[in-house]
């Protein structure tokens, strides 16, 4: 499949709407957690989107848990436009956003280890991360840190 030359941005808040259904639709099938508009609105600094056309394709969001710590978070991209790179364009903006802002660790959490593995992100142990676990960790909508099945992973910049 040819690559599709998107453009990734720093999201609006206008975008919130769109952002959330792109999440929705993996999140509905496990693959991810929903964000409610007001959530995405609250956090709208950390979001980046691509944009085809004027219409969002795809999102990621870098999150500072900490000030040695951010967490990427809400990488999604239509299935109709994934294998064309925005993924990787997402997730490579992000990373160069933690180097611009100076944090120096980057901790992820996934059922895509294998995807984020090209990035140069580690499995690590969340139980490492108590930002994290005793942070958002604690309020999962999926149920408590011990019944995780996500892969977390680290990437040190
Ligand atoms: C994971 C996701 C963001 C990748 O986006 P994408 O735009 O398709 O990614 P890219 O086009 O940059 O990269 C695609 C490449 O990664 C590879 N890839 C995709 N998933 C992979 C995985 N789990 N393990 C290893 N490689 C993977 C593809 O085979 C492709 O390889 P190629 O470049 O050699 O052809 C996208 O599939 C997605 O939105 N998935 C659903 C939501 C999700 O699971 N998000 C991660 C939650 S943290």
């Not at 299935?79 to 903006?93: N, P, W």
């Not at 090209?118 to 840190?145: A, V």
Request: charged share 30%; hydrophobic share 35%; glycine share 8%.
């Amino acid at each position: 499949m040819e690559r599709l030359p998107g453009i990734v941005d720093q999201a609006k808040l206008s975008d919130a709407e769109s952002i959330k259904r792109l999440v929705k639709r993996f999140a509905d099938d496990g693959k991810m957690l929903h964000r409610e508009v007001d959530a995405i609105c609250n956090d709208i600094d950390d979001y980046l989107v691509c944009r085809v056309d004027n219409e969002i394709v795809g999102c990621a969001a870098l999150h500072r848990l900490s000030d040695n710590l951010a967490e990427i978070r809400a990488v999604a991209v239509r299935e109709e436009d994934q294998k064309r790179g925005i993924g990787t364009s997402l997730v490579l903006a992000c990373l160069e956003k933690a180097q611009a802002l100076g944090v120096p660790k980057i901790l992820l959490l996934t059922y895509e280890p294998g995807y984020f593995g090209r990035f140069g992100f580690k499995r690590g142990k969340i139980e490492t991360f108590p930002d994290k676990l005793y942070g958002e960790c604690s309020t999962c909508p999926k149920g408590p840190p011990s019944e995780c099945s996500e892969t977390a992973m680290v990437h040190h910049l």
